[in-house]
């Protein structure tokens, strides 16, 4: 059922969405909370990195060692990013312009053609650490080294997490890149009131009340079937699945919203984590990437189910591609709209969302709307096929 009874205040303003002042003010926000940064195999072997930005800032994770040490991405000497973005390998973490070369702790430990640096104390260049905490498959990075445990803010301590993305393996993975601020793309993904409309020949329709088990914490919100899906092509398929790898409960999904950025969609068979992420640029970038678990696989199954796994995962695809073409026409509208805004119980997790956004960064001034930006022209969808990631 829903916690909420009727309708909701729409608790964001048109200017938290589209005035340069808000996106600024959400990127400050954003860096004092847990965002998913990498996959863990991209960073098994001792060397592996990856580079992307959090929040604005360029941001490195390296595996050192057997150890996951991440620091902002940016040169001490001469402002370069040390390192490319996408993931990589290389023996030590070394600028890719003059060469500096930092050890584990950020510190530096070589300055090529040290004499022309004579004076510098090189015992105070170091690169600024960020927490880096990995959840099964997925590595998740804080830019507040401070900051308390991601797990810690999770009602159940991780443990979903860590049972739907333990010991499973990648099987589909895509990022695209969106002129629309990333709380329409956040919104979108946490309520099915669209779904009729939006997605006629996967979901049909959307669940009556009492087929829904939402859960709200100051950290997030849950979606969960009380009865598996019937006869739509998304609950045939969990079905099929389920009867050819022996999965239980295969067309019950839950899906959780991990604030402020990540949320995860998963049944027993696939999981997958869909992250968005402002940049710096004023675009949102969604990264997607869905698992299968390894403990399904025997050598002879491991093929099918791979294959099944794909067909699920694009079945995803065209599910997200559907809702990429709501996101420009819905940004516009906020740029001109009049209006408050209202939500209704079913969508109760944007309401939790809004409030946490809210409580957290506030609203921007209106004399700060008056700058709001027009991001560029409605963009078409992306075609179905996506560009892989790194
Ligand atoms: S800019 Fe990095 S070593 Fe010069
Ligand atoms: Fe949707």
Known sequence: MFSARGALEHLLRPADYTAAAARARDLAWLRGHWHLHALACDLQRDGDQVADEVAGVPVVVRN????????????????????????THAATLRCMVHGWTFDDAGALCRLPDGPSFVG????????????????????????????????DGVPDGGAELRARFGAHRPVDRWTTSHAVDWK????????????PLVHPATFRAFRPPELHDHRLWPGGTRYADR??????????????????????????????????????????????????????DGTS????????????SSSLLRPLQWAFGRVF??????????????????????????????????????????????????????????????????????????????
């Open 120 to 151: 510098l104390d090189g015992s105070a260049v170091r690169l600024r650490r960020v927490a880096v905490e990995r959840c099964g498959a997925l590595v998740f990075v804080n830019l507040n080294v401070d900051a308390p445990p991601f797990v």
């Open 227 to 280: 009865k598996p899906w019937g006869r739509e092509p998304m609950g045939l398929a969990a079905r099929l699945l389920g009867a050819l790898f022996g999965a239980g409960a295969v067309s019950r999904f839950v899906h959780t919203h991990y604030f402020p950025t990540t949320m995860t969609y998963a049944n027993e068979l696939v999981s997958t984590a869909f992250a968005v992420m402002p940049r710096a």
């Open 184 to 195: 329409v793309i956040v919104e979108n993904a946490v309520e099915s009131y669209h779904v």
């Open 313 to 390: 995962s694009q079945l995803g695809r065209r599910i997200v591609a559907e809702d990429m073409r709501l996101w420009p026409h819905v940004q516009r509208g906020l740029q001109s709209s009049e209006h408050a805004g209202v939500l209704g119980a079913r969508e109760e997790r944007v309401h939790a969302f809004q409030h946490f956004v809210v409580q957290g960064r506030g609203h921007v001034d209106d004399d700060d709307a008056v700058d709001a930006v027009a991001p560029p022209v409605a963009c078409p969808a992306p075609p179905l096929r996506l560009g892989r990631r790194g």
């Open 285 to 296: 970038r969604v990264t997607v990437a869905s698992f299968l678990p390894d403990a399904l």
């Open 64 to 87: 050192d060692g057997g150890r996951l040490v991440g620091f902002v991405n940016v040169c001490p000497h001469r402002h370069s990013l040390l390192v490319g973005p996408g993931a």
